[in-house]
Structure formats: C-alpha cells, structure tokens
C-alpha cells in the first residue's frame, strides 16, 4: 500500500473529529504526525479549546516589566495582558509604565509613517500609530511613500473595494470577512498574520455597508469557516435568505503567487 498524500483539507477533516490534540494524537497518529511535519497543527486544530494558562501575579508582572507602556504590553503578550486585565492586576502590574496618551489625528500619523521605508518598520517601531492607522482605515493613504510590500501589487484589483472576501486554502473555504474601505488592506494584514494561511481569495463587491453586514454574518453562519471560531454558531443554519445574491455588483478571484 502507498503512502497517503495528506492533502490540508484531509488533515483537517480528520481534526475535526477531535475536540483536543491529544485526542487526536491517539486517534489518528498518522494525520497528527502529518500536521505536525508539515507545521499546520495550530491550523487544523484551531476549534479545539486550548488548555487554559493559570497566571500567578508574579508572572504577569514579569512580563509586563518587559514593557514601558499598556499598549506595547498588549501587543507584546495578548495572553499575560488579558489575564492582568481580568482579575484586576492591571494597574498594578503596569505602575512602572509612563502613563502617555496620544490622539493620533490624520496629520500626526502621517508624519510619524514619514519616518520609516516600510510598513513592517512602522509597526515595529511604533505600534501605537500603526494600529491607530488600521483602526482609522488611513493605511493606504498615509503609506504611498513606503516601499510595497511583496504581495501588494496582487491586490491591486481589490483596492478601493468594499464588500465581503472569502479566504480559500487548497479550495477550502477558512475565513470570511468584511471591510467598508479598501479590502486590499485587510488581505495585507492577513497575508502577514501567521494563523491564516490562505491562497486565494475571492471577493464579493458590495457597496451598501449594511448589505455588507449582513452579508458577512449570513455567509459565516452558512459556511462555518474555521478561523472564524468567535462568530460561528453551533446551530445548522435553516434560514435561506432570497436575493442575497443581487447585492453583489461583482466577484474578483485573486490567486496567491508562492513568491510572496
């Protein structure tokens, strides 16, 4: 007998039947072994509930003493940052950090963006503006300086875009999601996040931004996507919503080159 040629959307299948990785380890050693060499565990077995950390005080504290600010503890250890936040320790744990705080307007971004080549700078050296930039949907326009990132150009036809975007992975279907501006941003900010991993893409051009809500709630709900685990419900959509259709001007496919 040869060898199985575990394809993603086998492996995820077969994660599927398991609510935990060691359950899946003991069920299907071979699928397990596969993920697992191929580096696509996290992935497949991203709707099993994670073992929950215990954080003691002190190892909050620990960490945050890494950080001068609230915000760059945040994004520097969501984890640790969450667990402060929810059993109260925040500001005790934070009582070292300079309590500053900036109102990014358009002018003020702009000119701290004019620092730096790259977006990957930029969000490295200040990450306060660059999530201030996202929040605001001024990425495009406060960039145009920057060298375009790999992968950029390829999203040129879902520039100035708004609508819903599905993301596939060897034509399976793993993410949907929205955006009211250029959904060319929002492909970039999943191209560098390392839980989805996708290699097409297509849009669905929509202009009317509460057909756009809609939409998306209605897709995620029928297809189930798996990075979608916070919107998802547990229930079998029965509800068929006519002409869902006919609010899309248009589809644009994008396939992802391996280069980039």
């Known amino acids: 007998m040869g060898r199985t040629q575990w394809t993603f959307d086998m492996l995820l299948k077969?994660?599927?039947e398991y609510t935990s990785r060691s359950a899946f380890e003991a069920g299907n050693k071979k699928a397990?072994?596969?993920?697992?060499?191929?580096?696509?565990?996290?992935?497949?077995?991203?709707?099993?509930?994670?073992?929950?950390?215990?954080?003691?005080?002190?190892?909050i504290k620990n960490i945050a003493l890494m950080y001068t600010g609230r915000r760059l503890f945040e994004l520097g250890d969501r984890n640790a940052y969450q667990a402060a936040l929810k059993r109260g320790?925040?500001?005790?744990?934070?009582?070292?950090?300079e309590v500053t705080k900036v109102t990014w307007d358009f002018d003020k971004l702009?000119?701290?963006?004019?620092?730096y080549d790259t977006r990957g700078s930029f969000k490295k050296n200040n990450p306060s503006a660059y999530a201030a930039?996202?929040?605001?949907?001024?990425?495009?326009?406060?960039?145009?300086h920057m060298a375009k990132p790999k992968?950029?150009?390829?999203?040129?036809?879902?520039?100035?875009?708004?609508?819903?975007?599905?993301?596939?992975?060897?034509?399976?279907?793993?993410?949907?999601?929205?955006?009211t501006g250029h959904i060319s941003t929002r492909l970039w900010e999943h191209m560098y996040d390392p839980i989805k991993v996708f290699d097409k893409v297509v849009i669905y051009e929509i202009v009317n931004k509460a057909d756009i809500a809609l939409a998306e709630v209605y897709y995620i709900t029928k297809f189930a996507p798996i990075y979608n685990k916070d919107s998802k419900s547990d229930d079998a959509l029965t509800l068929s919503v006519?002409?869902?259709?006919?609010?899309?001007?248009?589809?644009?496919?994008?396939?992802?080159?391996?280069?980039?």
Request: charged letters at 30%.
């Open 14 to 16: 077969g994660a599927l």
């Open 32 to 59: 397990y072994n596969a993920a697992l060499k191929r580096g696509i565990m996290d992935e497949v077995c991203i709707h099993m509930k994670p073992k929950r950390k215990v954080w003691t005080e002190d190892e």
């Open 89 to 97: 320790l925040l500001d005790t744990v934070c009582s070292h950090m």
């Open 110 to 115: 702009h000119a701290e963006a004019l620092k």
């Open 133 to 144: 930039t996202l929040r605001r949907g001024l990425l495009e326009d406060i960039t145009t």
């Open 151 to 179: 992968g950029i150009s390829m999203f040129a036809d879902a520039y100035n875009v708004t609508g819903v975007y599905f993301l596939y992975r060897e034509d399976v279907l793993v993410y949907v999601g929205k955006s």
């Open 242 to 260: 006519v002409g869902i259709d006919e609010i899309v001007d248009r589809e644009i496919i994008i396939n992802i080159r391996e280069e980039v």
